[in-house]
C-alpha cells in the first residue's frame, strides 16, 4: 500500500499536459546530431510559484516516465535520463543536471545538492522533495519528485525538443569571407513570446531548441541587410533554413590622405562608417558616399542592385 501510495504522489507531481529573401527549409530526422525521430509537440502547463527561466522560456513541470525500485537505508536516490521526445532513444549528449532539496516552507530551495553536465545522472540522496532541473542547449526542464525512505526512483525527463540550423548568404554574390553573419532566434509563442532566446555568429551550428514557432533574424555586417523568416520547430527534428539575401554588394575604395569615410542611405535613416577600404552588403536603393581630404568633400551617389557589385572610389568626383 505504501508503495502504490508513493507512486500515486510522484504521478500527481509530475502528470502530463498536453523580408526580401530566398530561404529554403530542410527537415530530417535525426538520430547523431539530436537523437529522435519526428514527434509532434505536446505544452506543458506553466508552474506559477517558480520563478526560474531559461531563454525568456518559463521552466515548466515536464512529462516524464517513472520507476520505483526498492533500496536499504542509506541507498535512496535518483537514476535520471531524458529523450528529445515521447518514444525517441535517450539523449546521449551531455546535459547539465541540477539538483536541490525543497525546504519546509513552500517553494523554499536548499543549497544545490548536485551540479554535473553528463548524458544520465544516478546519485544518492537522503529522503525528501526535490526540485530538478534539466538544461540541454536552449531547452531547460524542471521537474519535482519525493525520494522516499526505501526507494530509488528512475525519472526519464521528455524534453521535447528539436534542432535548428541556419546558413545565410548573398543571392546571386559571392559573401565576402570577411563579412559576420549573424542569426537571432526569437520566440513566437508560449510565455517568452517575441524574447530572444539565443544568437549564433556560427554558420550551420546547430541550436537546440524547445519545439514551438521561432522568428530567425539573419545579418549580414558590414551593411544594412536584414531578412526574416519565421520557422517551426519539432521535438526530434533538426530543420535546415537556408537564407538568400536579395542585397547589393558595394566596394568603398577610400583615396589618398583621406582618413575616414562615411556611407549613408539616401531616403532613410542609416549611417556607416569606416577608417579603411571596406566591402558593405546594402539593401537596394540610393546612397551616398563621402570623405574629406585637407579640407575637400568627396562624394558618390550610386544605386545599389540586388545581385550586382559597385566599386565606389571616393577620389574620382569632388562635390562641396
Request: charge should be positive; glycine fraction near 10%.
Amino acid at each position: 500500500m505504501r508503495g502504490l501510495l508513493s507512486y500515486l504522489l510522484q504521478h500527481l507531481m509530475g502528470r502530463r499536459h498536453t523580408a526580401a529573401a530566398l530561404f529554403v527549409c530542410t527537415i530530417v530526422p535525426v538520430a547523431g546530431a539530436l537523437c529522435g525521430t519526428a514527434m509532434e509537440t505536446h505544452a506543458a502547463a506553466k508552474v506559477a510559484t517558480d520563478p526560474f527561466f531559461t531563454s525568456s522560456i518559463p521552466a515548466s513541470q515536464v512529462p516524464h516516465e517513472l520507476k520505483i525500485k526498492p533500496a536499504p537505508k542509506g541507498a535512496e536516490g535518483l537514476e535520471l535520463a531524458a529523450r528529445l521526445h515521447e518514444g525517441g532513444g535517450l539523449i546521449v549528449k551531455p546535459i547539465n543536471w541540477k539538483i536541490r532539496q525543497i525546504g519546509p516552507s513552500a517553494g523554499g530551495l536548499g543549497a544545490l545538492s548536485y551540479d554535473h553536465v553528463s548524458p544520465t545522472a544516478d546519485l544518492i540522496l537522503n529522503p525528501g522533495r526535490y526540485r530538478i532541473e534539466a538544461s540541454y542547449g536552449h531547452a531547460k526542464a524542471i521537474h519535482y519528485a519525493a525520494v522516499e525512505p526505501g526507494q530509488r526512483l528512475g525519472l526519464t525527463l521528455i524534453l521535447n525538443v528539436g534542432g535548428l540550423r541556419t546558413l545565410s548568404s548573398l543571392h546571386g554574390l559571392s559573401t565576402p569571407e570577411k563579412m559576420a553573419i549573424t542569426h537571432s532566434v526569437y520566440a513566437l509563442d508560449g510565455a517568452g513570446k517575441d524574447h530572444l532566446i539565443t544568437k549564433s555568429a556560427v554558420p550551420g551550428e546547430i541550436l537546440r531548441l524547445p519545439s514551438g514557432a521561432y522568428r530567425v533574424e539573419s545579418r549580414i555586417r558590414p551593411g544594412n541587410a536584414v531578412v526574416q523568416v519565421h520557422v517551426k520547430v519539432k521535438a526530434g527534428i533538426l530543420r535546415s533554413v537556408q537564407i538568400a539575401h536579395q542585397a547589393a554588394l558595394a566596394r568603398i575604395k577610400m583615396g589618398n590622405g583621406a582618413r575616414k569615410w562615411t556611407l549613408r542611405d539616401a531616403k532613410h535613416p542609416w549611417t556607416f562608417s569606416a577608417a579603411k577600404s571596406t566591402d558593405v552588403v546594402l539593401v537596394p536603393g540610393k546612397y551616398i558616399a563621402e570623405t574629406s581630404v585637407n579640407g575637400r568633400i568627396y562624394r558618390r551617389e550610386f544605386v545599389a542592385e540586388a545581385g550586382k557589385t559597385s566599386t565606389i572610389s571616393l577620389t574620382s568626383q569632388a562635390t562641396e
